[in-house]
């Protein structure tokens, strides 16, 4: 029998032994390949392209063993949100006894120190991804939901731990990683493409609509991203920073969730979209080793700029 079957099974009989154990305690000897061993951390800085692990905490502000709530492979997939005095974390962990996604959520009084709260959102299939936005002064959500083939909906019905659905916005594709965004008085959806399950995102789609759960319109240049594994799959928010709107992508072309770029979009009207890289002295966001847990790879970014023009940004690492 060769040595890496073997290995196998013995995490295999390791695992399914400590699944019996407390859930926390569970969740800290769970022994997770690093491959697959995403978390939770927060960057600080003056610029987008110099954003750097915060020095004031411990990173990752919040990994799979900080989960109460199930047994949980990793965490990842964090969507940064500020009300009033209190800072809200929303995230994909990947449950592992289900062996699918839930959302969750962390709150924080200063952004930087995080106490993990609950799941808030399954489905009977994985969800990832939980872009959360408002609209109409209410708090909307739009979880990654490929399995399921749609792009699908969610409100919040007490933010910011009870959502319920609202409608499928696309279907028939299997869609990831939506991103919705509005600008100039209309809103606008990114989604990548994969083109059979299993396949790498390689295409991305651009879609408009009045309101967010109105009819939604694919743009007479979409797909606006064909054949690339370099900046086809969304990477986190939309974001406008002055007078600029900036989008994310995950390179995959080193491996899935290599790093982020970051894309400039010049012209976006009914008829028209225009965007390119922004110049940078590496390709990335991101320098990789810089901690012990980004070491193979980051996939994710949102933030928040304050008044004094510093950024506080979510990444995810592995």
């Known amino acids: ?78 969507f940064l949100v500020r009300e009033l005095d209190n800072w809200f974390l929303f995230f994909e962990i990947f449950n592992h006894r289900q062996q699918k996604g839930e959302i969750a959520f962390a709150r ?35 979880p990654e939901s490929c399995e399921a083939n749609s792009v699908r909906l969610y409100r ?9 659905f609202v409608t499928e916005i696309l279907v028939g594709s299997r869609f990831v990683d ?31 609509a009045d309101r967010p759960d109105g009819d939604w319109y694919e743009h007479p240049q979409s797909p606006i991203v064909s054949d690339s594994l370099e900046v086809s799959r969304p990477a986190g928010r939309i974001q406008q920073i002055e007078n600029r709107l900036f989008r994310f992508a995950q390179d995959c072309t080193v491996t899935y ?12 009207t009914i008829d028209d979209y225009l965007e390119s890289p922004i110049q940078t002295e590496r390709a990335y966001l991101f320098k ?12 994710h970014i949102d933030f928040i700029i304050s008044n004094d023009d510093r950024y506080t940004a979510c990444v995810d690492s592995r």
């Open 1 to 78: 029998m060769r040595l890496s079957k073997i290995k196998s099974r013995i995490v295999a009989v390791y695992n399914y032994l400590v699944c019996y154990l407390p859930i926390q305690l569970a969740n800290r000897l769970l022994w997770i390949d690093r491959q697959s061993n995403w978390s939770i951390s927060i960057y600080e800085g003056k610029e987008l392209t110099g954003l750097l692990p915060a020095t004031t905490i411990v990173n990752p502000a919040i990994g799979r063993k900080d989960v109460t709530d199930a047994l949980t492979s990793f965490v990842a997939d964090p």
């Open 108 to 142: 924080s009084q200063d952004g930087y120190h995080w106490q993990y709260q609950q799941i808030i959102l399954s489905e009977k299939f994985h969800l990832s991804y939980p872009y959360v936005f408002q609209f109409e002064a209410n708090w909307y959500m739009i």
């Open 156 to 164: 919040a019905s007490r933010f910011p731990d009870r959502w319920e």
């Open 178 to 208: 939506a991103s919705i965004v509005n600008f100039n008085g209309r809103w606008w959806l990114f989604v990548g493409v994969e083109p059979t399950e299993g396949a790498a995102c390689n295409t991305l789609r651009l879609y408009s």
């Open 257 to 268: 969730g290599y790093n982020v770029r970051a894309i400039e979009i010049e012209k976006l």
């Open 288 to 299: 990789l080793g810089t901690m012990s847990h980004n070491r193979i790879g980051m996939h």
